[in-house]
Each structure stands twice: as structure tokens, then as C-alpha cells.
């Protein structure tokens, strides 16, 4: 087996979720991922690039994923017949607080001398609480690490001191230490997703399941290319806001990526997959003139594949007329989060915008050759009541009314947690929150709670954890309804919904019930609870498969794909050469 200079595991939110009772609830239906958000970080991605374009070793692996599609899969087993010289672990969502901790316990077990290192948004965030477990070496801070990682990699392997490692919370002889941050990178083209990377992965272990990004990929696979590291928009619920950005990462401004590295990267995904390819981050933050190029770069290219754009902030209408002339297939996602303008003004202060300006947006958009439109809201903001939250699904009931099959509209609960770093977390008073958890294991010992209404981090002055759940499913169950009235899904579908919401408050009421009359589950209701992830938790607050996209009869190019197989058998059969 091929030597692993750094094996990157991504851990399941909750460690043993396959032996646990919990409802996990609708708290990942408008993501790709499960519950057990096993969809990794892009940032697999350009550590992997980073690091093997300078000549280390890197493998992935998905152990979320594994868990879940082999019951019998021994974690243990797995990671004892590896031999890696360092592994990486992503605390990157905050709901991976507990799966992450016991996958490093478990690290340390198998290979007790193996350096430790943690890294993401949430590591960050927390990084002095991390250092003090005996299963954490090392916790890199920051969105930017590549270039730190490879330094700290390179002096491990050569036992070199590591105080000049920028970024860098460590232990030495059991004192804890803090390196200063290193500046950041002023564009984001240092790292790339190179799929032909991963790709050259599967082949060298031989392992197609530990990179596969989500549960039902290859039935919706989606791509992902960043345009942006920071933001300009200051969400007051979001960890990844301007305001969280400049806590955690000290980043005062968007880092964005050059036209030509952003399209060269998508043109790289459209050589082997003819799926979607999301632009994460609003494009239009970086300008006009940057967006144009962007497009003119996209036409030259000729990419087919359809290119997904999310927009925070309402646009001027010239800018979707400019899309629609350089880019033949492209879809819109819209993040309202409520169609009350005051609740908007208080979750984005910076940016705000008046609904007869989205509605006009949308009407240009379906006017042009959009291909389909999403709208999103969001139950859990501040000053936001059970009035306002049905007032958003008669509003879903009016766009539906004044546009066509392409839009559709979404409701989820902000879930399980608000993110550390933004305002609502740090100012919770201010906005009306109350936490329950403020600590990394106080939010760990949340996600083994009994359900989510019990996992939830925060209630508001305007609702409690009780009637955030009970409004969850109320709004669910009428959008459904309007969604089968105007024709958005498919009636099997929408009957299948109708019922999982209903055994879903059975379940929550029994629960609830249990708690409150201090009784447990009778084994029946264990039963239907181990291990459970999609019964109860999945298609809740609509068909997940509402979120897929376009199919081809054939999704992938093989052609691209058997390039990239010769290729590796070529650089294997040259490098086997060398060794003599």
C-alpha cells in the first residue's frame, strides 16, 4: 500500500450514531447530506491539491459515509491497517463536535504515536478548548492553511521546531502555545479542486466509497467551486458572515478568486462530469467587471454543464441578462429567509433588500432562459413568530401563483446550532437568543440528546424549542400542499411527505411526552429509533430528491476519466521505473 504522508478523515456528526436512539429531525432536508452530514469539507479539496502538487501523499477518507451505507463497517478494523504519518480531522460544522472528539480517541488507540490535527471553522473557533484533549496534537486556525499545514508536515517529518508554523496552536511539554497568525493570501488561486486529483486517489487505494462526497451522489452529482473565501454580508445567524469571518479567521474582506483560476477550475469538473456546478458565494459581491469576466470566460470555454449562481444580495436586472447571453444553462438560488422586510433588515443589517425587488429578479430570471429558480426561508430568526413563519408559506403561495414550474420554495429550521463567530451567538441578548450551549463539549453533549428539539442550541425571546419544532412541521405540511396544488411535485411524492411529517409529530409528541412524565421508550420505539436516519429525519420538511438536479442519461464523461486512469498508470509504471 502506498505510503499516506497525511490521511484526512472526515468523522460522522455523532461518533456511534449507528447504536443511538435520536431523532435527529429535519435538520439537513435543504443540504445534500443526511444527519449525519457526511458531505466533507471542500477544503479536502485544496489541502489535497496543495500538498500532493509539492510531492506528499494524501488520502481521504469518508468515514461518515462508510458508516452509513455498510452497518458492519469496523471503523477501528479500517484505520489499524493504515499507516499514515499524520492525520487530519475536520471540525469544520460545528455538529461534527462529538463524531470528530471520539474519531481522534479512536485515532490515538490505533496509533498512539500518529500526530493528531484539527482544522476548520469550528476547530478555530474553539481551538484553546481542543489543545487540552489528550487526543489533539495539533489544531490549525483559520480558512487558509494550506501553505501551514504543508509547513507542519515537513517539519514533523524532520523533527524541526515548529514555533515559526503560522497559525498554529500546539503543546509543548505540556504547555499550550499560540502562534501568531501568518497574513492572508490576496486572491484564493494558491489551492485548487482538481478532480483528476481524487480521481488518481481512487486508483492508488484502490477505494471508490472513502471520496464519494454524500449519500446519493452518484444519482445527483453536483460539484461545488468557491468564487470567495470571507463575505460582505453580515447574517447575523452565519459562521461564515463578514462579522464571524473577521472573529475567527481575521479576514476584513472577501478573498476572491481570479476569472481565469475560477473557470479553469469549473472547465477541469466539465471534462469528467456533466453535472451542475454550484458557485459558492455570491459572484456579484466581487463586481461588474469581475463578473463579466468570469462569463466571457465561461462562453469561450464552451462548458455545458449547467452553472448553479447564488445571489445574497438582489442584483441589478442587467446582471441576469448578462448570464443568461454568455452562459446557455444556468439555474438562481434566492436566501430571503423571511418575506418580512423587518426580520430581513435585522438577520442582514448591511445588505438589505424590499421584496418587490426580489419578485422582479425573479421575473427576469424566468423571462431569460433560467432553468429553475429556489427560495429559500428560514425558521429560527430574530423576531420571528409562528404568525410569521406561516406568513412566509402564504407568501411561497403567491410566487407559485405568479410563476411557472421552474421556482420552487423551501422552508427549514435553522439547525441544530447557531454558529460560533456570529452575532447571534456572540450578542445573543441583543437579537433575542437564549444558548444552551456555549462550550465545544457542551454543544458535544447536545447531539446525543433524545431528539432535536433537545439538540437545538437556542430558543428566542419570540419562540421556544418546543414551538420551533411544532412550527416546523405546521409550515411543512401546508407548503407541501401548495407544492402538489401548483403542481411543483409529483403527487406520490408529496403523499410520501404528508406522511413522514405526520409520523414524525407522532414521534416528537411521544418524545415530548416521555420527558415531561420522566417514562422511557417502550422497546418498540427504541426499535424505531436505533440507528435511525431517514425514517424520521430525512424528506421531512419536503423530498430531498426536490434538491436534485438534471440528469443525463450518462452523467460522467469517461472519455476525461480514462485519460486520467492512463495517466496514473503511466506515472506509476515511470515511478516504479525510478525506484529501479
Known sequence: ???????????????????KTIMYGP????????????MYPLGFLTMTDYLESRGLKVRIVNLALRMMNDPAFDVAKFLARLKPRAIGIDLHWLPHAHGSIEVAKL???CHPQVPVIFGGLSATYFHRELIELPQVDYVLRGDAIEPQLFSLLTRLSCGQALDDVANLTWKFADEVRINPPAPLPVTADYADLKPQRIMKMVLRYRDLQSVLPFNGWWQNPITAVFTVKGCAHECATCGGSHQANELINIRHAPTFRSPQNLVKNILDISRFSKGPVFLVGDLHQAGEEHV???????????????????????????????????VANWSLELSPESNYEQIRGVQDEKVFYKNSEMEAVIREALRL?????????????SQQTRASVLGSIDYCEKLFQTSDARLSCFISPMGPFVDPGSRCFEEPERYGYSLFARTLEEHRQLLVQPSWEQILNYETRWMSREELVDVTYDAAEVLNSLKLKYGRIESGRGQEVAERINR??????????????????NPTERDMLLGEIHDFSVSTVCDKRELFWRNHPVNFRWLGILRTVFDFCYEEIFSRWRRG
Open 1 to 19: 500500500m502506498s505510503a499516506i504522508d497525511l490521511l484526512l478523515l472526515h468523522p460522522p456528526s455523532v461518533y456511534d450514531f449507528r447504536r
Open 107 to 109: 485515532v490515538k488507540k
Open 369 to 381: 432562459r433560467c432553468h429553475r429558480i429556489d427560495v429559500f426561508f428560514m425558521i429560527g430568526l
Open 292 to 326: 463579466l469576466q468570469v462569463l466571457k470566460g465561461l462562453k469561450s470555454a464552451h462548458v455545458k454543464n449547467e452553472i448553479v449562481f447564488e445571489v445574497f444580495g438582489m442584483p441589478p436586472l442587467s446582471y441576469l441578462r448578462v448570464i443568461d447571453d454568455h
Open 504 to 521: 414524525a409529530r407522532a414521534l416528537k409528541d411521544r418524545l415530548r411526552q416521555g420527558r415531561t412524565e420522566q417514562t422511557v421508550l
Open 27 to 38: 435538520i439537513s432536508d435543504l443540504i445534500p447530506s443526511s444527519p449525519v452530514f457526511e
